[in-house]
């Protein structure tokens, strides 16, 4: 069990610029999370996956995001046209129904536009 | 709308001394609590997970209470230590459709002084 991957750890950016990131869940974990953090503030919710399926998403997803899970296995999230209110912390976590609900996390990507 | 409170936002404590972290929610329709601690500028490790139905988790020098009738978790380090001084983050989740999306408290910011 390696854990949560997420691929780059940090990413600067110039606004208007798309980006993308890409998240490796726990192997088994059919369920998968992203949530933004900002500074100083608790992680919030943007969207989740239950194998390839997109399930829900959060109103803080806006048209410029898009998330995938193509083969229920890794994920990634885009950001298109970037906009220096989109520097955050993006995280994201998996979780199974053998884990009853505990969601792990992995490092983060850490994103600045300037 | 569910909301997730810790109070305080920081604290800081001398070596030995036992910590109380607080987090009210404002939903008691909740499946599940999970504390979380977070280094600065590294993701999510989790600490401790309490279904709806529990009262209390305890791993080590850790325990964390759930009072879901009054909305109210408490964790508690045992003899705090210098390596203790992180942001612990509660949330609860609420199972929604396959998944179980997580609502954070804003965390508490601890230093423990040697």
């Known amino acids: 069990d390696t854990g949560v991957s997420q691929d780059p750890r940090h990413k600067i950016t110039k606004r208007g610029q798309n980006v993308t990131f890409r998240c490796d869940p726990i192997?088994?974990?059919?369920?998968l999370y992203w949530y933004r953090q900002t500074l100083g503030q608790g992680p919030e919710f943007l969207t989740y996956?239950?194998?390839?399926?997109?399930?829900?998403k959060s109103r803080l997803l806006s048209d410029r995001f898009s998330a995938e899970r193509p083969k229920g296995s890794f994920s990634t999230l885009e950001i298109q046209r970037t906009e220096q209110g989109d520097s955050a912390m993006y995280l994201c976590?998996?979780?199974?129904?053998?884990?009853?609900?505990?969601?792990?996390f992995g490092p983060g990507t850490r994103l600045t536009v300037t | 709308k569910q909301e997730v409170t810790q109070i305080p936002a920081a604290l800081s404590v001398p070596e030995g001394e036992n910590l109380v972290l607080n987090c009210s929610f404002t939903?008691?329709?909740?499946?599940?609590l999970q504390w979380f601690r977070q280094d600065p500028g590294k993701g999510l490790t989790s600490l401790l997970l309490?279904?709806?139905?529990?009262r209390e988790q305890t791993s080590g020098r850790l325990n964390a209470s759930l009072d879901k009738s009054s909305g109210r978790s408490t964790l508690y380090i045992a003899a705090s230590q210098p390596g203790d001084s992180a942001t612990y983050l509660c949330?609860?989740?609420?199972?929604?459709?396959?998944?179980?999306?997580?609502?954070f408290g804003g965390g508490t910011r601890v230093l423990v002084k040697p």
């Open positions: 939903d008691s329709a909740i499946y599940n």
């Open positions: 996956f239950q194998n390839e399926a997109q399930l829900e």
């Open positions: 976590a998996s979780s199974s129904p053998e884990t009853r609900g505990e969601q792990y």
């Open positions: 949330a609860v989740g609420v199972v929604k459709a396959a998944g179980n999306k997580l609502t």
């Open positions: 192997s088994e974990h059919n369920r």
């Open positions: 309490i279904q709806s139905s529990q």
